[in-house]
């Protein structure tokens, strides 16, 4: 149901109906620098632009996405000093750089795909990219935009009058900090370009360019990358909060200045996810990841819903109680779904269907109110307005944009998690929104198969006993025409204390 987006754009510090000029979308967004896994509040940055890109889908638009790899030169400071994020992983784990690359952007994947965030059309890694690199900053320099100090080639922010812009800072607070930690930079808001390599030792990962070995700085990556795979100016560019007032106004710098072109003309930025005692930094080591959330019961798209529950320009605290309650929002949501009845109240009437959809679209359109838009889609499967086969199609529609899955559990009684076993010659389906652990599998699946064996030896009292353990449990028991047998978990925590004795 196209509908006219409005996004909040960081250039313009107001909401805008977005009308793009490129057809695909010209969709960039900054990627992870790939030298420890991504930790949740990455995590989130990347799930609010997943909502972006399925609602520029959802409103008709072809998208083309690019995503990069940082796999080289992001320094310990956006002030281009200390040491390299990736040289600094290797050190950790006694690896080599191009092995830490590898795996961790391997490990980032993975997290995208179980996020269900669709796959960009374009993942380009750093080091596929250095000599586009070179030539933009041989670019710049013709066109006087460097310098040359002892550890690097600079970009010359004072030729750039509109430097401080994008960010809305003042130019003379910035003069007032510029003595502390500047090197030979002319002015604090100058910025590598390309660094070189120390000369008493060897890098890792460096290459030769025309100012000698050395290798990139980090913000002429995206320029280079969005160049070199985009058209310009781009229609969106995205990121995290923490990229504005830095990376991102060194990229306009960098690209506005060696093409002549506005860099992109919708910019949207992610507010962080907050731990109680402050920012969760993957550099800080105090993070969470997928993993920690699976070990405590909290799936992926458990996750993602958790992400629904702020707008994604307020910051959102996390706990794992919040996480646990998005999660069992989630389970919720897919019983009742699992609960329509397809048969009931007649066909589909499009027009009804779209009419249940307007809060819904209402909330996506008006910068992506992820909170409003659960709420509504609540709204719609609670009203009986629509028959069952219009609430199906109205939660396929939702879930094109909300990516969690939904249908699944509708049209074939599966949901996040589901395992089908086979015991003692009976075949068991488990579903759950959530990780199953081994002990509950197994006792749900054992039960199972004995409540088959009384039934077939026509035992009802002992059926109707493990039945009623099973609802107790908050497990729903469907025995299905292939002779198999279905077990929706619902709230798992109350089904391990039930039935697993925990
Ligand atoms: P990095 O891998 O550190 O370059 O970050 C990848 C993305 O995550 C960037 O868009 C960052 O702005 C974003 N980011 C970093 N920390 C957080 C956080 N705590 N919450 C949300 N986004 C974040
Ligand atoms: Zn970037």
Redesign the pocket.
């Known amino acids: 149901m196209p509908k006219s987006l409005f996004l909040y754009n960081t250039a313009a510090a107001a909401k805008e109906l977005f009308v793009p000029e490129n057809d695909p979308v010209a969709l960039y967004c900054?990627g992870?620098?790939v030298y420890n896994y991504?930790h949740i509040?990455?995590l989130?940055?990347y799930i609010f632009e997943d909502v972006l890109k399925r609602a520029l889908m959802w409103c008709g638009y072809g998208v083309r996405h690019v995503v990069n790899i940082?796999d080289v030169g992001h320094l310990a400071s956006d002030a281009d000093t200390g040491e390299d994020k990736m040289e600094k992983g290797a050190a950790r784990e006694g690896k080599s750089v191009w092995d830490i690359a590898a795996f961790y952007t391997e490990r980032f994947m993975a997290d995208i795909v179980s996020l269900a965030v669709l796959q960009p059309d374009i993942w380009p890694r750093a080091t596929e990219h250095i000599p586009q690199m070179i030539a933009l900053v041989k670019t710049l320099e013709e066109k006087g935009f460097t310098y040359r100090t002892g550890d690097g080639i600079y970009f010359d922010t004072a030729r750039f009058p509109s430097y401080c812009d994008f960010a809305r800072v003042d130019p003379s607070s910035l003069r007032a900090g510029e003595r502390v930690g500047m090197g030979e930079k002319r002015c604090a808001t100058d910025f590598a370009l390309w660094k070189f390599s120390p000369a008493d030792s060897r890098r890792q990962m460096e290459w030769q360019s025309p100012w000698g070995v050395g290798f990139p700085g980090w913000h002429i990556e995206c320029s280079a990358m969005s160049l070199a795979h985009l058209p310009q100016p781009l229609d969106i560019h995205c990121?995290?909060?923490?990229?504005i007032r830095v990376h991102h106004a060194n990229e306009i710098a960098q690209t506005e200045a060696a093409t002549g072109k506005k860099c992109a003309r919708y910019w949207m930025h992610?507010e962080?996810?907050?731990l109680d005692k402050g920012?969760?930094?993957?550099s800080g080591g105090n993070f969470v990841t997928l993993s920690t959330l699976k070990e405590r019961g909290i799936s992926p798209l458990g996750y993602r819903m958790f992400c629904y529950t702020a707008h994604y320009r307020t910051p959102l605290t996390f706990s794992f109680e919040g996480a646990l309650s998005a999660e069992q929002g989630l389970a919720n949501l897919r019983k009742v779904i699992l609960s329509i009845d397809k048969s009931r109240g007649g066909g589909v009437n499009i027009d009804y269907v779209d009419r249940a959809l307007e809060p819904f679209a209402d909330a996506i359109c008006d910068d992506l109110n992820m909170p409003r838009a659960v709420a509504a889609l609540w709204e719609g499967l609670r009203g009986d307005k629509l028959s069952g086969a219009e609430k199906l199609a109205f939660v396929r529609e939702a879930d094109r944009v909300l990516g969690l899955d939904l249908l699944k559990t509708a049209e074939d009684g599966g949901a996040a998690a589901e395992v089908t076993e086979e015991f003692n010659g009976c075949v068991i389906t488990l579903t759950a929104s959530g990780v199953l652990p081994q002990s509950l599998k197994d006792a749900i699946v054992e039960r199972a198969a004995r409540r088959k064996k009384a039934k077939a030896k026509r035992d009802f009292g002992a059926a109707d006993k493990i039945r009623a353990e099973f609802t107790e449990a908050g497990v729903e028991v469907k025995d299905m025409p292939d002779g198999s047998t279905r077990c929706a978990v619902g709230d798992i925590g109350l089904a391990e204390r039930v039935l697993a004795g925990d």
């Open positions: 900054c992870p620098t991504a509040g990455n989130r940055t940082t990121g995290g909060m923490d990229h992610g962080f996810l907050v920012k969760m930094a993957k």
